[in-house]
């Protein structure tokens, strides 16, 4: 098994100087990871056999596409999913589509249905979201749908968690929550059941505060650069929204831009709905996104303006940081996210960061669950 392992690192290399596979199994492995893997060795001045000086063999598939003689992509994906486990499965097709270039796993239904939902996947169906066949939406459309489910359920408890209310430490709470547990009360109200012999507290009657609520709501403006390098944090943008969207303390508008500024306000509660309606891709004009969001604030000193960008502005500096600096005197709480995902390892201009950070703003990259609790932090007032 060791020396099959070896023969799938080395790829077609290995025939020369490792024994032939141990089993039929084996053979089937090394086809399906040269079927896309093949491809590196025509960019690197490798012969067509891809064995040594002089060795003839089956000609390699071009680069970015796949050779008609080839196995069909369905026919490939199939025997990837029957011979590797998931987490191999999940990875070679996320090098298909980023590394190799192959589109055409995104454009054909029978296609679609085979490949595993993940959020690369998605991000790669919003990227060719104008060029897709009309034919594969449905299943686009479902992918999208999983996506958007597995990221609600690990970022609702959470998100929800810390924007539901700031702790009452002067009140204690009827309902036992674990998160909002009050230790030191707890220790006070059960003194009296003090165990001498045992030397220990039995605590009979737990106490835990109570959250605050907030009768008037924040007006949240969530504002997210569409163009294609944030694709990821678009995907957790719609997510937050739709969880957002259903929280009485927050009052949400959600605006898209490129180089024009579209309200989607209407669709954040349906991340599905929209996901398929984002287009990506363009240029990118923040400084009108910004004024926009400067336009539709109605109570400045209880507002938030939360910019997804990478700051890469395609009009003047100048109009953006005098848009950002009007925010602030208006007593608007701003803050520039340069990644709102799962990582949060941003790629951004540092220099218009820098200059929206000296007129003001705070700029960071932020998970969904760090993004609300600093909306906690900064609205409990």
């Known amino acids: 098994m060791t020396t099959d392992r070896w023969r799938l690192v080395l790829g077609r290399y290995s025939e020369q100087q490792l024994p032939a596979p141990e089993s039929g199994e084996g053979e089937r492995r090394e086809a399906a990871l040269d079927y896309l893997y093949g491809r590196e060795y025509s960019g690197r001045g490798a012969r067509p056999g891809g064995g040594a000086d002089g060795d003839d063999g089956p000609p390699p598939l071009a680069p970015g596409s796949l050779d008609p003689s080839a196995p069909s992509i369905v026919d490939w994906l199939g025997e990837v999913r029957e011979l590797f486990p998931v987490e ?5 097709e996320k090098h298909a589509l980023d590394r190799y270039g192959l589109t055409e796993l995104v ?8 490949l595993e939902p993940s959020q690369e996947l998605l991000a790669t169906l919003l990227a060719l979201r104008g060029q897709l066949d009309p034919r594969v939406l449905g299943e686009v459309r479902r992918i999208v749908r999983r996506v958007v489910d597995d990221l609600r359920r690990r970022l609702e408890t959470e998100v929800r968690r810390s924007l539901a209310g700031r702790l009452n430490q002067h009140r204690h ?15 006070r109200a059960n003194l009296k059941n003090f165990d001498v012999e045992r030397q220990q507290i039995v605590v009979a ?15 949240v403006v969530l504002v997210v650069d569409q163009s294609g390098s944030m694709v ?30 579209v309200d989607l306000t209407d669709l954040a509660g349906d991340p599905v709905e929209l996901l398929m309606t984002v287009q ?21 000193h209880r507002a938030v303006v939360v910019l997804v960008t990478d700051f890469c502005e395609g009009g003047p500096p100048a109009g953006l940081v005098a848009a950002v600096r009007r925010l602030v005197e208006a007593r608007v709480t701003t803050i520039g996210l340069a990644a709102l995902d799962g990582t949060a390892h941003p790629y951004y201009d540092k220099q218009m960061a820098g200059a929206l950070a000296d ?23």
């Open 173 to 187: 709470s009827p309902v036992p929550v674990a998160t909002a547990f009050d230790p030191r009360g707890t220790v």
């Open 280 to 300: 990506l891709g363009g240029g990118t004009d923040i400084a009108q996104a910004v004024t926009y969001a400067e336009q539709v604030i109605e109570q400045p």
């Open 205 to 219: 009657d737990p106490k835990f505060f109570e959250r605050n609520t907030r009768r008037v709501p924040w007006e």
């Open 232 to 261: 990821g944090s678009v995907i957790h943008a719609a997510v937050m929204a739709g969880i957002l969207v259903g929280l009485p303390s927050y009052r949400l508008r959600l605006v898209v831009f490129d180089t024009s500024v």
């Open 359 to 381: 007129a003001g703003m705070e700029i960071a990259a932020l998970t969904p669950g760090q993004l609300a609790e600093w909306l906690a932090r900064v609205t409990a007032r």
């Open 88 to 92: 191999t499965v999940e990875v070679v």
């Open 107 to 114: 454009s054909d239904p029978e296609v679609l249905a085979r």
